[in-house]
Every structure is written in C-alpha cells, then in structure tokens.
C-alpha cells in the first residue's frame, strides 16, 4: 500500500512540473501567433480597396464634367468634346477641352461651386486655370468651408480665347486617410509584438514529458519527477524547491525571470517565504550545475536570475 501510494504521488509530480513546463513554453508561442495574426489583418485592411475613396473620385470626375460641359455652354460651344477628367495626385484633378475657349471668372465660380454642391463635395479647394502653352496660372481662386476666408480675385475681367487646362485641389483630409493611418499604426504594433514575443530556440535544452530520458540540459538530463541531476554516472539529488526552480528556468533559457515570479510561483502557496531562501536555493542550484561550463546561474541585480545556455 506504501509503495503504491508513493508511485502516485511521483506521477502527481511529473504531471505538475509537466504541466507548469508545457504552459510556460506554450504561452510565448500563444502571443506571437496571436500578434503576427493581428498583423497579417492590418495588411489586409491595408491592401483592401477604399470603396469610399474610388467614388469620392468618380464623383470628383462627374462634377468636373459638369463644369466643362456649362463652361463651354457659356462660351456658346455645344459642340466641341471635354476631355477625359484626370487624378493628377490623390487629391488633384485636372479638367481639359478640345477646342480653345473664353472663360468667366465670375462664371467660372459660380460653376464650380453649384457642381460641386450637388455632387456633395468638400467644400475647401483650390482651383487653378493654366495656360496650354507654357502652364502658367491665368486664373486662380480658394474656396473655404468658411466663407469669410473665401479668396476670389479678377472678378468681372474675362480670360481671352486660349487653350485652357482646370486643376482642383481639395484641402480638406478625407477620412479614408486617417483610416490608412490607423491600420499602419495597428501593423507596426502588431509587427513589434511578433517580434518581441517571437518563440527562441531553446539552444541545447530538450523536452519531452513522454521521454523516459528525462530533459537534456546540456550535459546533463534533468529528470525532475525523480528530483535529480543525471551528468555520465554521477547522480545529484535536488530537493523540490530545486526541482522546481531549475523547471522554470530550463523552460526559459537565457531569459531573465524577475524574483517575484520565482518567489510566487515555486514559494506563495507552499507556505512562509524567507527572503533568503530564492538565493540560497539559486546558490545550491548553481554548484550543483558547475559540472558543466556551458550552463551558468547568473544573477541579474536588482531584478532577478537567468540561466545562460551556450550553443
């Protein structure tokens, strides 16, 4: 009966420090896919077309149609073609005719401003009229949401009969661009979490729960339900505070693990902890490892321990 209840208390053992291993080892592996999934989305909403974009310019294009085809209506053409309305740059648009023509300052405002009311557009611009020839600026207004600010000069002097090319330049930031922005923003972070919790290789340490060889730390085999050391012949007793400890440090190779951790998950619900006792455990652990120079305990002051693994 003794027997049989110290062989369940073992497997009780192997299975908390199992477990306590596997969940450290899984949790880094659980934010990064979770970070790098994150990302993946960012560039997808990244790259996914701005519908709200594609038709604030198809009815850019619609209402400087509108205001070729009155222009020329004015000048008393009728038939003479507009050409195609072009996007110079994200928030330019140019408008050109056929035919020369004789252009309205006056006229030329009201147009614009009744098009593009109907068409619901921003109502903060610049316009600008440009020579064919040599693209200087013949004429030019803004047009501001407040009217006071509104700067419309030449009003009444007419623009002679010339090739004439119409540049509108919206000023006002559309919400599609703060979106953009936003989702860059969400990538980088997404893209620095994956990098920050990216899974380390675990250099020379090995662990199987199933391997009856126990855990491979460099040159020794780590065989925690059986609280020991193993390095050629020689066998080292750990007690379980060890056994413990070493758990966690082998599950975090070359990575500093602050005392807090250390004192709450191998000391908080086994009773009073004396503020001695982590190094004094951390000093035992470390002779008992001296066995092999790759491996080192170091002490990191002030924050905590780490156990440097050499490749």
Known sequence: MQKICKRSVNCFKK????????????????YFYGSLCFAIFAVIMLLIPDKKNETFSELVKIALRDVGNKLLLADQDSTSLILPVHQVEKSKYQLSFEKE???????????????FQK????????????????????YSFLKNANVEKDIIP???????????TIEVRFLEKTTTS????????LLSLGIIAAFLFFPKRKNSIQFDPTNENGISLGKFQFYPDENKLMVKALEISLS???????????????KIIKREELSKKVWEDHGVFVGRSLDTYVSKLRKKLSEDDSIKLTNVHGIGYVLEVKE
């Open 178 to 185: 703060s979106n953009k922005i936003i989702w860059i923003v």
């Open 240 to 254: 379980k505070k060890e056994v413990e400890l070493l758990t966690l440090f082998v599950a975090n190779p070359n």
């Open 154 to 164: 030449c009003g009444g002097r007419n623009m002679p009969q010339k090739c004439y």
């Open 15 to 30: 299975s908390q420090n199992c477990l306590l291993f596997a969940g450290l080892m899984n949790q880094r592996k659980i």
């Open 119 to 138: 068409a619901n557009l921003p109502s903060h611009y610049q316009l600008e009229v440009k020579q064919c020839k040599d693209f200087e600026v013949a």
């Open 101 to 115: 023509l004789t252009i309205y300052p006056d006229t030329l405002v009201t147009i614009v401003q009744q098009s």
